[in-house]
């Protein structure tokens, strides 16, 4: 299948958010090691920083939501979230070395991975050049895409590697902030090849605009149930981030 067949309806990319958080303990290896030879294209996983550098994939700035730790992610060494439980899992928060070595294995997977604020609403100096450089280092710089909600990111991300693949994901809480949705979107479409990643109501409500404006650039998140799927399969939109990544996959290849 050629790239434009993956955004012809019914062909979008399937995406597991947080490598699929309802079939799997989000962000953890054995999530992860579960995408691996699934059929599914990619794998999405939120990074952040522990207070001695290391980085670390968990998806809040806090710990206390999905751990059993408590207190700010980035005032914790690597060490001591190894030691936490995710919840639903007998493993901590992995690190993004462990995570980009276990989904290496597949190379049809491509490694969607976000770049998180932390708990002061800030990403850290460095973040996303370290990112780069950790998937540089095991040869996964083409199967990258860099995720952000903040333009400024990828930005940064594309001035340091030219043609490095990207997607500004986009809520509507947070959309006003920079002057509203048309803004946001615009401002993605600058960036060269950057897919527009939008929540699925937030999608929806505009989708006759999205897909004039931003043709074979679209992506939803989360669309989880059954209907929902469906909807975003018959759409040319590129990809579908979901938390339930089997039935998406079902639905679109059955």
Not at 217 to 223: K, M, P, Q, S
Not at 226 to 248: N, S, Y
């Amino acid at each position: 299948m050629n790239s434009d067949q993956a955004h012809l309806p019914g062909r979008p990319r399937i995406i597991a958010h947080r490598g699929g958080a309802a079939e799997q303990a989000q962000n953890t290896l054995g999530a992860f090691r579960a995408c691996v030879g699934s059929g599914i294209d990619g794998v999405e996983f939120d990074v952040h920083q522990a207070r001695d550098g290391v980085l670390i994939i968990h998806h809040d700035a806090w710990l206390d939501r999905s751990t059993d730790g408590h207190g700010a992610v980035a005032v914790h060494t690597a060490q001591a979230l190894a030691a936490l439980k995710v919840r639903g899992a007998a493993e901590g928060p992995p690190r993004l070395d462990d995570a980009l070595e276990a989904l290496g294995t597949d190379p049809r997977l491509e490694l969607h991975l976000e770049v998180k604020t932390d708990h002061r609403g800030r990403v850290p100096d460095g973040l996303v050049q370290r990112c780069l450089e950790a998937a540089a280092a095991r040869g996964l710089t083409d199967r990258l895409v860099i995720t952000s909600f903040r333009a400024d990111d990828l930005e940064c991300a594309v001035t340091t590697c030219p043609g490095l693949r990207t997607a500004l994901a986009i809520q509507l809480s947070t959309s006003w902030m920079v002057g509203g949705l048309e803004v946001l979107v615009e401002r993605g479409l600058r960036i060269p090849g950057c897919v527009i990643s939008l929540e699925s109501l937030l999608a929806r409500t505009n989708l006759e605009w999205l897909l004039e404006i931003a043709p074979g650039r679209l992506g939803v998140w989360n669309a989880d149930d059954e209907d929902d799927l469906r909807f975003w399969l018959g759409q040319p939109v590129r990809q579908i981030i979901t938390d339930r990544p089997t039935l998406a996959l079902r639905l679109r290849d059955d």
